[in-house]
């Protein structure tokens, strides 16, 4: 039996199946299968600077069994039992990767990785004779999880899940990255703003550029050329970086002029770390001047490499005097401030590009620095020691990837399993896990993972 509803509404509803199975005796040969799901063509509507809109279709479009919705329904029913056997095998892989670690990281990785897909749409152009463009491919994202800033390829969010997509599918990353820059080539918007957004517009599935002034210059500009040089990395194509090659210079001036004294600019907003100079915000932006001069070197542009690595090896120079604290015990917060301390995230980006900007005893420091932390703590670190009722997973998770110890990595990565675990004061016991969240209790703040797509696409019909 075949049954297709087209539903065009509003508000909730409740759809019952129900099929004649006639007189059981026996196990039936065959199970029944059905499949609720969502079809939406065009899944995204795009706006340029002039406001003029192109639609994008959703990839599996392309394929030829595709060609109606009865047709594609059909075919994703026919085809179930082969997707089911696939599925597993990924799985169980994944899951054998991630147990390499701990119960407890696989556990949390099978939790995120639902999140970081099931919030794309592969997306590709219909040309003007009806024919897909099938190797013109974008990706948008919505933000799942109401976090930092929000929208559209919300950057800092991007730059969160970047690791995950590069595992999955390497290329997901440049398909992720291309919406973000194409529209940031646009002359209205790099002639006014010298640094990198923060999103295609707050309207999913609407993406449109917003050409406001912002104070995350640093932040932004930094998480795209860290992904991008990420990207060609881990597919060995620079493509994506010599296309847009000019804009990432752009971007990479403003941080030579602002990275090591970020003043009042700061981080992922759902931090609420506002020091003035803060450490790990300057070391991100140091790192992404590194970054550059390995795209200016793997596109031959020798004049901006040795430029952009001279500039990146004098700043983590003056970086290290100014950020060590007196005791040589930690990393401050801010320059200067003897009592502060928290997550340097941002040292993640140096491990993981392989830039060998900061010197070994740096992360030998953390470690021991946290692992002290770590035995007066029950659900993990705080984003910064000054209010304990604040951290957030991901970058607790990126904390825990640069420890020297696998022990104290461990074990920070046990503290945070032990929060999504529990049920806070304030969590309710079908809630999905949060990503910010209050470590000292395992209460959830703000920010939340729940899946409210649906109901957004509802109010946002194209």
Not at 24 to 38: H, K, R, T
Not at 200 to 214: E, I, K, S, V, Y
Not at 217 to 232: D, R, V, Y
Not at 297 to 326: G, N, P
């Amino acid at each position: 039996m075949e049954v297709i509803c087209e539903i065009r509404q509003t508000r909730p509803s409740r759809i019952i199946f129900n099929t004649d199975l006639g007189e059981i005796s026996d196990a039936p040969s065959e199970p029944l299968v059905f499949a609720i799901g969502a079809l939406r063509n065009p899944s995204v509507e795009v706006f340029n600077s002039l406001g003029e809109t192109s639609f994008r279709s959703p990839y599996y479009t392309s394929n030829p069994e595709s060609e109606s919705v009865n047709q594609l329904v059909s075919s994703f029913l026919q085809n179930f039992t082969s997707a089911v056997s696939q599925a597993e095998v990924f799985d169980n892989n994944l899951m054998d990767a991630s147990l390499a670690i701990s119960q407890e990281y696989a556990d949390l990785i099978s939790i995120s990785l639902r999140a970081a897909v099931s919030s794309l749409e592969i997306t590709i152009p219909q040309e003007d004779q009806g024919q897909w463009n099938s190797s013109e491919i974008q990706a948008y994202m919505k933000d799942m999880g109401g976090v930092g800033n929000g929208g559209v390829n919300a950057v800092d969010v991007l730059y969160a899940s970047f690791p995950m997509y590069l595992y999955l599918d390497a290329d997901l990353g440049g398909y992720l990255l291309t919406p973000l820059l194409e529209a940031q080539q646009d002359v209205a918007y790099n002639s006014k703003f010298s640094y990198a957004a923060s999103n295609l517009g707050n309207h999913f599935p609407r993406a449109r550029l917003q050409a406001d002034a912002q104070n995350l210059g640093i932040e932004q500009s930094s998480n795209m050329i860290i992904m991008t040089l990420a990207h060609a990395q881990a597919t060995g194509s620079i493509s994506i970086a010599s296309t847009y090659y000019s804009l990432l210079r752009q971007w990479t001036e403003y941080l030579v002029v602002h990275a090591l004294s970020p003043d009042a600019q700061t981080t992922s907003q759902a931090d609420g770390i506002t020091y003035t100079n803060q450490t790990n915000l300057a070391l991100k932006g140091i790192c992404a001047i590194a970054a550059m001069a390995r795209i200016s070197s793997a596109l031959q542009v020798t004049d901006d490499q040795s430029r952009y690595e001279k500039v990146s090896k004098e700043y983590i120079s003056q970086w290290l005097t100014l950020s060590i604290s007196e005791d040589s015990s930690h990393l401050l917060m801010s320059y200067g401030m003897q009592n502060s301390s928290g997550l340097v995230y941002n040292l993640f980006a140096d491990k993981l590009l392989q830039l060998d900007l900061v010197p070994e005893y740096v992360y030998q420091m953390q470690t021991d620095f946290h692992a002290k932390q770590l035995g007066e703590s029950t659900f993990g670190l705080p984003l910064d020691a000054g209010n304990p009722e604040l951290g957030r997973i991901d970058w607790a998770m990126f904390t825990a990837a640069i420890f020297t110890d696998n022990g104290t990595r461990n074990n920070l990565i046990e503290q945070i399993h032990q929060y999504a675990g529990t049920l806070g004061s304030n969590v309710s016991m079908n809630a999905p896990l949060t990503t910010v969240y209050d470590p000292t209790t395992g209460n959830t703040t703000s920010g939340s993972n729940r899946y409210d797509m649906l109901s957004d696409l509802i109010e946002c019909q194209l």
